[in-house]
């Protein structure tokens, strides 16, 4: 139970105009220091005031009693507190206080997993979207909407991607994937569908991108001397070696790579799941991310490109652990992330591919083992020197 009583529905609007602008619960002490943006801080402001008054009420066991019951991340950011505390200090303990309980319901999978249309804010602000997605929820791409790192220009509104096309799913967009995404989708006549976040839009003038120091390789040099070759089937896997330096993103065990083909229309197809650690989950799901192509080999054209994420139960993903493809277990969920048709180009295709599935390292193994071997091994060796040093 918390010793604060704050207004609970301010809370809660807080947390969804966050959601809006894409605010990290951990930023808002940015955003009332900045005073920005706008419709956080509006939120924001009053209730700092609040809480700063709930606290200087409290005695001095009472304010222990607040701080010791406060998460050890959350508690970092209040630092030395002296007695009685300063107004400053009453200020610091109060955004903490803040960001504690918006953290608690910033984004629980279980609304990501489970979208209801009627409930949509993108489709409250701009019902005539209505009909503009796929029988897989995906947005049909068209020359009213841009394409930027970080979301979807529509009329003055910014409509965001999906959560599972974050880093890490939580995190801030996958910027390599989506920036090439939009290029293609741009300069290409191939029809291209996105997966967007129903919970989230905002205006066009608070749009702000979040720029990224760190990289990911990328296009690969990809051998194209076999994939015509309808007898070159069969899966592939490659596994994760630990400890792993990789994991402080995707804790996985190991990708599997399907090539089958269809004799009668010519056509190979590749399915790529990449398969999470059964120690690893998201408030109880396994998720594993995961590719479906069609190359044409009568014509020589890629013709079909789609992302997906699945989402395993604890009981299932046991079974979909032990099991590769094609005899593995089915997902309880299936949500696709995007799509494009047409004539991919192949250098295209295996770029976009490996910025997908940013952050594993066994897709670049698989499909470019010289640049495995000229940037990832070295990485691998030392973070493993290392571990076995500190041990």
């Known amino acids: 139970m918390d010793i604060l009583t704050l207004n609970q529905q301010d809370i809660r609007e807080l947390q969804r105009q966050c959601l809006h602008h894409n605010i990290f619960p951990i930023d808002l002490s940015w955003c009332a220091f900045t005073k920005s943006p706008e419709p956080v801080y509006q939120l924001l402001q009053p209730l700092l005031d609040e809480c700063i008054e709930n606290l200087q009420i409290l005695n001095t066991d009472e304010l222990r009693i607040l701080l010791d ?21 009453y200020r610091r303990i109060a955004n903490q206080y803040i960001t504690m309980l918006v953290e608690r319901c910033y984004s629980p999978l279980r609304d990501v997993i489970h979208i209801d249309p009627n409930s949509s804010s993108v489709l409250l602000e701009c019902p005539e979207l209505k009909n503009c997605f796929d029988d897989d929820g995906l947005l049909i791409l068209n020359k009213e909407f841009t394409l930027l790192p970080g979301g979807i220009k529509y009329r003055g ?80 896997v490659k596994t994760r070696k630990h400890p792993s330096p990789f994991d402080n993103n995707y804790v996985l065990d190991h990708t599997e790579i399907y090539w089958k083909s269809d004799r009668s229309t010519s056509v190979k197809t590749l399915e790529i799941e990449e398969i ?8 109880g799901w396994h998720i594993n991310r995961y590719i479906h192509s069609e190359r044409d080999t009568a014509n020589k054209t890629l013709r079909h490109f789609d992302g997906a994420v699945k989402l395993y139960s604890s009981d299932n993903y046991r079974d979909r652990h032990n099991t590769n493809m094609p005899s593995h277990a089915k997902a309880n969920h299936y949500i696709k992330m995007f799509r494009i048709d047409g004539n991919i180009d192949l250098n295209e295709w295996v770029a976009l591919l490996s910025f997908y599935f940013r952050g594993n390292e066994m897709i670049t193994e698989y499909f470019d083992p010289q640049t495995f071997d000229q940037e990832f091994r070295p990485v691998i060796e030392q973070y493993k020197n290392s571990t076995n040093t500190a041990c």
């Open 276 to 283: 999470a650690s059964s120690k690893d989950n998201y408030e």
């Open 69 to 89: 019951a406060m998460p050890p991340g959350i508690l970092m950011g209040i630092g030395k507190i002296d007695t009685p505390p300063s107004q400053q200090q």
């Open 157 to 236: 509104k910014i409509l965001h991607y999906h959560q599972f096309l974050r880093r890490s799913f939580s995190a801030e967009p996958n910027f390599d994937f989506l920036e090439r995404f939009a290029d293609h989708s741009r300069i290409t006549n191939n029809q291209c569908r996105i997966a967007i976040d129903h919970r989230r839009i905002m205006s066009e003038k608070e749009y702000r991108r979040i720029m990224e120091y760190d990289h990911w390789y990328g296009p690969l040099v990809f051998d194209t001397s076999r994939i015509d070759d309808l007898n070159y089937v069969g899966v592939t």
